[in-house]
């Protein structure tokens, strides 16, 4: 667990201008009393770190105080630009996570933008909303806890559960799914389970995934037409919400080649927190599904969390 120390904190009355330094800052739900950016939207809490302050100073010979660039708080100790949505950040009873990494650049209202032509908020500064409100001051510390995805992978195949052949379409979301988090330097768990063509087994799965509140959960097997292909039953009641036009695309791009696609009745959906996709069990349709589905998870996820970068 990574550690940051509280250099400074600082607010304005005023969008657009410099922050000055104050003894303490009272985070609410609305983020930081008396300040102007606070109200019910997602970059209710500015951080930059000094580790972003010094490169500044170097690159264009200019001091910079605590505030200047608008920061509620400045801390000492990581690169926050490292860091991801859904990251929290702990001090005390206090709790932030962080909703956007660097924003849009006031250009010509930027007080530093307009005095030296660069400002390292659009690129490096964070924002968080307000988690658990309290009191925040110089020289607290602020522990960094990262998001850790977790994802449940669900094998339905009588014959793979009895041992007549190996499971490969579960390994294969497996694979591709390390692969993903991994290139996009986020933390996961993946728990792994092979089942026969059970419904009830199945069911038993997903509310352990609800009462987990895993993040992504994937079956593969049982979304055809077969006497035991029950996946799409089984799941869609558990889904509060279902998400239509992922695999209506895919097997519109996917049928127009090869018309045994359309056959498939892949659901997707929103399982209280929980994103849930089910695919057909065999590794060509999984390589298929996921190269469609794994380019919008991380916009999935946020919204699902209630930020929206639009």
């Not at 692969?179 to 026969?196: C, K, R, V």
Request: charged share 25%; hydrophobic share 35%.
């Amino acid at each position: 667990m990574e550690h940051l120390t509280i250099l400074s904190v600082n607010i304005s009355e005023e969008k657009g201008t410099i922050k000055h330094p104050v003894d303490s800052i009272h985070l609410t739900n609305l983020g930081v009393e008396h300040d102007a950016h606070s109200g019910y939207w997602n970059r209710q809490v500015s951080l930059l770190g000094t580790e972003s302050i010094r490169k500044f100073e170097k690159e264009t010979g200019r001091k910079v105080t605590p505030g200047e660039f608008a920061e509620n708080i400045t801390t000492e100790g990581s690169d926050l630009w490292k860091t991801h949505p859904l990251d929290r950040f702990m001090s005390g009873e206090t709790e932030l996570e962080v909703t956007q990494i660097g924003k849009e650049c006031h250009g010509t209202s930027c007080a530093i933008f307009k005095e030296v032509g660069n400002c390292v908020m659009p690129k490096e500064g964070i924002f968080c909303r307000v988690i658990r409100p309290g009191v925040i001051r110089p020289g607290d510390i602020l522990e960094y806890h990262p998001k850790v995805f977790s994802v449940r992978i669900i094998t339905l195949s009588d014959r793979a559960s009895r041992g007549e052949y190996e499971d490969k379409s579960g390994p294969r979301i497996k694979e591709l799914i390390e692969e993903f988090f991994t290139f996009h330097h986020s933390l996961f768990t993946i728990h792994y389970s092979l089942i026969p063509d059970d419904p009830d087994q199945l069911r038993g799965l997903l509310n352990q995934a609800k009462q987990e509140k895993t993040d992504l959960v994937f079956t593969t097997g049982g979304t055809g037409i077969g006497p035991k292909d029950f996946t799409p039953e089984v799941v869609r009641p558990f889904l509060d919400k279902e998400i239509p036009g992922i695999m209506e695309m895919i097997r519109i791009k996917y049928g127009k080649e090869k018309s045994n696609a359309l056959a498939s009745r892949s659901i997707a959906g929103v399982m209280q927190k929980s994103l849930v996709f089910t695919l057909p069990g065999s590794v060509m349709a999984v390589n298929e599904y996921l190269a469609e589905i794994l380019p919008s998870i991380h916009h999935l996820v946020l919204m699902l969390h209630g930020i929206d970068l639009h």
